[in-house]
């Protein structure tokens, strides 16, 4: 059994550094991942994260813009954004592995372990508004 938890880990700090950095080495993220994560299956979700967030990046930043009441997403703390957009793209991707409660329950761990005080309640609010929303549709 592969570790999701640490896959997302790994793929929020790609996430972040290509957040911050716009002129990326197209090797960073394999390479990156390559170097963090030692199971072949755990590599994987790490890079289908990563390669799903970037391919509905636009759809992503759409609903993420309309959950978060008054921010905008260049107003989020990276750690925030990056968290609300893997969040975003597992409920899209509606994987029976993977229901809504948990895909809330991971990101809230991560923005717990890598973001401020507020970020858990913060995202929590927000990516429960993207999950009624498509819930909705």
């Known amino acids: 059994m592969?570790?999701?938890?640490?896959?997302?880990?790994?793929?929020?700090?790609?996430?972040?550094?290509?957040?911050?950095?716009?002129?990326?080495?197209?090797?960073?993220?394999?390479?990156?991942?390559?170097?963090?994560?030692?199971?072949?299956?755990?590599?994987?979700?790490?890079?289908?994260?990563?390669?799903?967030?970037a391919e509905k990046s636009a759809e992503i930043d759409q609903l993420l813009t309309s959950a978060a009441e008054n921010w905008r997403l260049s107003r989020m703390a990276s750690v925030d954004r990056n968290v609300l957009r893997l969040g975003t793209w597992e409920l899209l991707a509606k994987d029976p592995e993977v229901?809504?409660?948990?895909v809330l329950d991971e990101a809230i761990e991560l923005s717990r372990r890598f973001g401020s005080a507020e970020s858990p309640a913060f995202v929590n609010g927000v990516l429960d508004r993207v999950r009624k929303s498509l819930e909705a549709n």
Do not use: H, M, W
Not at 19 to 48: C, G, H, I, M, S
């Open 99 to 102: 229901p809504p409660p948990v």
């Open 2 to 53: 592969f570790r999701r938890s640490r896959a997302r880990e790994v793929a929020l700090q790609v996430l972040c550094q290509r957040d911050a950095n716009r002129a990326e080495n197209p090797a960073f993220a394999p390479q990156f991942v390559l170097e963090r994560l030692r199971e072949q299956p755990t590599r994987d979700y790490a890079q289908k994260l990563i390669s799903g967030v």
